[in-house]
C-alpha cells in the first residue's frame, strides 16, 4: 500500500505535507477509551445505501480502513497499514465505529477461550520461533 502523500510534490522532506490534525478535523485525542493496540475492528458487511452514501462523504483514509477491515484487523495492523500514527487511526476508526459501519472487539483473553492457562507447549514454540528470529 502507498503512503498517503506519495505522488505530491514536497520541497521539504522532513516536513509532512498533511498533518494528522486535518485528517482528523482537529481532534487530537480519541472519543473512544475501549480502542487498544491488540481491538480488532472489523468492518460490518451489510452496509445500507444511506450509511454507503455517508462513507463517500468522508475522508479517504476512512474508506481506505473501511476497506481493509474487511476482515478483522488489529487496530496496530490498520495504523500500519495506513502509515499513520495509532493516535490518529483510533479517532478514525471511532469515526466509523459512531457511525455504523465498523465493530470493534477486544481480543479474547487466554483464560476465556481456553478455559485456563495457555498451553505450555504453545509457549514453547513461541520462543523458539522468537529466537530463531
Known amino acids: 500500500m502507498k503512503h498517503w502523500t506519495e505522488g505530491f510534490d514536497d520541497d521539504d522532506a522532513d516536513e509532512p505535507l498533511v ?28 452496509v445500507s445505501s444511506q450509511t454507503g452514501r455517508g462513507l463517500r462523504r468522508m475522508q479517504p483514509e476512512h474508506r481506505t480502513i473501511f476497506a481493509l477491515c474487511e476482515r478483522p484487523l488489529a487496530v496496530a495492523e490498520v495504523a500500519s497499514a495506513l502509515d499513520l500514527p495509532v493516535s490518529v487511526t483510533k479517532i478514525l476508526i471511532g ?24 498451553d505450555v507447549t504453545i509457549l514453547e514454540a513461541v520462543r523458539d520461533g522468537l529466537r530463531k528470529l
Not at 498533518?19 to 478535523?25: A, E, H, L, S
Open 19 to 46: 498533518r494528522p490534525y486535518t485528517i482528523t478535523g482537529g481532534r487530537t485525542a480519541p472519543e473512544r477509551d475501549d480502542l487498544t493496540l491488540i481491538t480488532l475492528v472489523t468492518s460490518l458487511s451489510g
Open 95 to 118: 469515526d466509523l465505529i459512531e457511525n455504523g459501519q465498523m465493530r470493534a472487539r477486544p481480543p479474547l483473553a487466554f483464560a476465556q477461550a481456553g478455559g485456563g492457562l495457555p
